[in-house]
């Protein structure tokens, strides 16, 4: 019946039994999306996501305040536990893509852009990449970032600091920017 109804939406009663509606999905993705998870495995951190949300409510846990922004630090999450399996699986090939990685695409400035941002964001320890795709995808405050990830404030804007910073330089030093 749950499958069912996931496939349908929300369902009419408002109360579905899905736990996360289309636009919380849709961000969910994005955010997978944007922490490097390849379009193939998208569909399977959706699902992780809503697993998640709904074993929090089998265990009798209250429901998270914001659950759109908790779904998408679980999101977030998901993506550098996904960044941590393949680099353990691809170390030999993380060399060999290495070399391409010298080649742009001859295209317009912003597919130039968009490969730059793409590679920072890959180049970002974990942690740093985290914070920036919650705070500027996401859209997420540095107060709900802090709340999501247990850490404190500073920590938050430090991290998000460091993060753009290292975005800056390396959009600059690739002349993109």
């Known amino acids: 019946m749950l499958r069912i109804k996931a496939r349908r939406g929300q369902g009419a009663d408002h109360g579905g039994d899905d736990p996360l509606d289309a636009a919380q999905e849709r961000r969910v993705r994005a955010v997978l999306a944007l922490g490097g998870v390849p379009q193939a495995d998208l569909l399977d951190g959706v ?14 846990e209250e429901a998270p305040r914001d659950v759109s922004a908790w779904a998408a630090v679980v999101a977030s999450n998901l993506a550098m536990d996904w960044h941590r399996a393949k680099r353990r699986q691809d170390r030999l090939g993380e060399r060999l893509a290495s070399l391409r990685q010298g080649e742009h695409p001859s295209g317009e400035d912003t597919s130039l852009l968009s490969v730059a941002v793409a590679q920072g964001l890959d180049e970002l320890p974990d942690a740093q990449r985290q914070i920036l795709v919650l705070r500027f995808y996401a859209d997420l405050p540095v107060r709900g970032i802090a709340d999501q990830l247990g850490i404190p404030e500073g920590t938050v804007k430090s991290r998000l600091h460091a993060a753009v910073r290292a975005m800056r330089a390396r959009l600059h030093e690739d002349e993109v920017v």
């Open 47 to 60: 699902q992780q996501v809503r697993l998640r949300l709904l074993e929090r409510a089998a265990k009798g």
